[in-house]
């Protein structure tokens, strides 16, 4: 289909039917995305640019945290696994480390060794200033799974969003945050 549009496939979501095309000129694209808009059983959108959020303003370190949040030891069919898709999350010298499952990136390369908090990072840290505002200091049953969708890059587009969210979910997340925006 791609060939026959004037598109060349350069990326796909595997067993999710998701694909990025990319065109020669805006003209063919248009004619290509008129097209598909046609089909009963497609369904079509721009890769829209979505911006890096900027590095929030630097807080204190969390040193301490008003309750004691005890990561409770979950088998594979347990918990909840709360995705933040989003610039990469720190650990080094967070409270929140033992909750953070291995960082998953579908950009490549993963940056997080500034020593400023990323938009990431923060994020995790309202996450859990809500569960803290919500629990009664029992076990907590949350895990939380970093998916980095920026990478080196200053931007990231609506597909590579489509792509974290689709790795969250078979990743086991069944909450997603993305805290992104864009203009468009």
């Keep these: 289909l791609a060939k026959k549009l004037g598109a060349k496939v350069i990326g796909g979501i595997d067993g999710k039917g998701i694909y990025r095309l990319k065109f020669p000129d805006e003209g063919i694209a ?61 650990n080094a010298g967070s409270p929140f480390g033992d909750f953070l499952l291995d960082q998953l990136s579908v950009v490549g390369e993963t940056v997080n060794n500034s020593i400023n908090p990323t938009h990431g990072t923060h994020v995790l840290d309202a996450l859990f200033t809500g569960v803290a505002a919500s629990t009664d200091n029992t076990e907590t049953i949350i895990r939380v799974l970093p998916v980095d969708v920026y990478g080196v890059n200053d931007s990231t587009t609506t597909y590579d969003l489509t792509a974290g969210t689709s790795l969250a979910v078979e990743n086991g997340a069944t909450v997603i945050n993305i805290s992104s925006g864009g203009t468009d």
């Design 30 to 90: 248009d004619s290509a995305y008129d097209r598909l808009e046609s089909m009963d059983d497609v369904d079509t959108d721009y890769n829209y640019n979505i911006p890096k959020p900027p590095t929030p303003v630097a807080s204190p370190e969390i040193t301490a945290f008003p309750i004691d949040l005890n990561p409770a030891p979950l088998s594979d069919d347990e918990g909840i696994i709360v995705a933040i898709i989003d610039t990469a999350v720190q």
